[in-house]
């Protein structure tokens, strides 16, 4: 017994020193979190943190208008939020308690993304038609790209550290390096909404999103790492409200918007894999845990039911699940 403690001691300060050198607090180096956009209804929204295993909330953050996205820096568990209502982006602590910045100039900020390996925060500032670069030491603006039309999603690439921005009214997927060059650019492609990198070859899956003045269709596209080639195309799946790359079979999960269906796509774009129906009202997904394959699922309140977020497997069964919330409509997942 005696041994046993000694050991589990040692595993316990391991975890403690390991989360000093790293600049985490040492809760947040031995505990899974989920950080969640929760929708309380009329454009009000708040940052939510859970801790995991105890399925407890550690803070509610409340405040923020409309927003959409957030991002946690890996290096100090930081949490970079765009407040779109407001027309700003926030820097809150890890533990929601203090705020670090509040940064204005923007006009209607949608999505936002952190790259982890060089400290800096890029947003999608959609009525200035431009991308912005932020440091996320000094906390102040490094560069402003124009050209856009509207830039709606952006995302880092964990694969080569490339920036994709997706212009929706401009019909084009754009990818940049850090310092702001086009690298790659596909126009023509209808309504580029939201983005999701396959992690092992950087290709991005991007959703089509229906509307404007040419009555564009919705769907699913598959883009080559280097943005110049369309792989695979789906407009038969609809629109979506969220998706996520499985980094390990190169497929995709997806959320359809009409009917929440949580559809398992093949890399080709059009294989169904696996279709859920169970989960009516499901919004948002998380990133896919490249080790096992499992992910999380946002499903909003019903007339039965809270609001809650779901643990699937790689095959879809439910592994745990989480109450409390009213619309979960984006998670961040730390396990």
């Given at each position: 017994?005696?041994?046993?403690?000694?050991?589990?001691?040692?595993?316990?300060f391991?975890?403690?020193?390991?989360?000093?050198?790293?600049?985490l607090?040492?809760?947040?180096?031995?505990?899974?979190?989920?950080?969640?956009?929760?929708?309380?209804?009329?454009?009000?929204?708040?940052?939510?943190?859970?801790?995991?295993?105890?399925?407890?909330?550690?803070?509610?953050?409340?405040?923020?208008?409309?927003?959409?996205?957030?991002?946690?820096?890996?290096?100090?568990?930081?949490?970079?939020v765009?407040?779109?209502g407001?027309?700003?982006?926030v820097?809150?602590?890890?533990?929601?308690?203090?705020?670090?910045?509040?940064?204005s100039?923007?006009?209607?900020?949608?999505?936002?993304?952190?790259?982890?390996?060089e400290g800096?925060?890029?947003?999608?500032?959609?009525?200035?038609?431009?991308?912005?670069?932020?440091?996320?030491?000094?906390?102040?603006?490094?560069?402003?790209?124009?050209?856009?039309?509207?830039?709606?999603?952006?995302?880092?690439?964990?694969?080569?550290?490339?920036?994709?921005?997706?212009?929706?009214?401009g019909?084009?997927?754009?990818?940049?390096?850090?310092?702001?060059?086009?690298?790659?650019?596909?126009?023509?492609v209808?309504?580029?909404?939201?983005?999701?990198?396959?992690?092992?070859?950087g290709?991005?899956?991007?959703?089509?999103?229906?509307?404007?003045?040419?009555?564009?269709?919705?769907?699913?596209?598959?883009?080559?790492?280097?943005?110049?080639?369309?792989?695979?195309?789906?407009?038969?799946?609809?629109?979506?409200?969220?998706?996520?790359?499985?980094?390990?079979d190169?497929?995709?999960?997806?959320i359809?918007?009409?009917?929440?269906?949580?559809?398992n796509i093949?890399?080709?774009?059009?294989?169904?894999?696996?279709?859920?129906?169970k989960?009516?009202?499901a919004k948002?997904?998380?990133k896919i845990?490249?080790l096992?394959g499992?992910f999380?699922?946002?499903?909003?309140?019903?007339?039965?039911?809270?609001?809650?977020?779901?643990?699937?497997?790689?095959?879809?069964?439910?592994?745990?699940?989480?109450?409390?919330?009213?619309?979960?409509?984006?998670?961040?997942i730390?396990?």
């Amino acid at each position: 017994m005696k041994k046993h403690y000694i050991i589990a001691t040692g595993i316990m300060f391991f975890l403690f020193i390991s989360a000093l050198a790293s600049g985490l607090p040492a809760e947040d180096a031995a505990k899974g979190f989920i950080w969640v956009l929760d929708d309380r209804g009329s454009g009000n929204i708040d940052v939510v943190k859970v801790a995991i295993d105890e399925k407890r909330e550690l803070f509610r953050k409340k405040g923020f208008k409309e927003s959409q996205d957030l991002d946690v820096y890996s290096k100090d568990g930081s949490i970079w939020v765009i407040d779109t209502g407001n027309n700003q982006v926030v820097n809150l602590s890890s533990d929601g308690q203090t705020e670090l910045a509040r940064l204005s100039g923007f006009a209607s900020p949608f999505h936002g993304a952190l790259c982890q390996k060089e400290g800096f925060y890029w947003v999608a500032d959609q009525d200035h038609y431009e991308v912005v670069k932020i440091s996320t030491e000094d906390k102040k603006e490094k560069i402003r790209i124009g050209g856009f039309t509207n830039p709606h999603g952006i995302k880092v690439s964990p694969f080569d550290n490339t920036v994709w921005v997706s212009d929706a009214a401009g019909g084009k997927i754009i990818k940049l390096s850090q310092d702001g060059k086009i690298l790659g650019q596909l126009s023509d492609v209808g309504r580029p909404w939201h983005l999701a990198i396959d992690s092992s070859d950087g290709s991005s899956w991007v959703s089509l999103q229906a509307g404007g003045e040419e009555a564009q269709e919705s769907g699913l596209i598959k883009v080559s790492a280097d943005c110049k080639t369309i792989l695979a195309k789906n407009n038969d799946i609809g629109s979506l409200s969220d998706f996520a790359v499985n980094p390990v079979d190169g497929s995709c999960w997806v959320i359809t918007k009409k009917d929440g269906l949580l559809i398992n796509i093949a890399k080709d774009a059009k294989t169904v894999l696996i279709k859920i129906n169970k989960f009516h009202g499901a919004k948002s997904i998380s990133k896919i845990n490249p080790l096992d394959g499992s992910f999380w699922v946002g499903i909003r309140a019903s007339a039965e039911n809270e609001g809650r977020v779901v643990k699937l497997s790689a095959s879809g069964e439910e592994l745990a699940s989480i109450g409390g919330f009213n619309n979960p409509i984006l998670l961040k997942i730390k396990e």
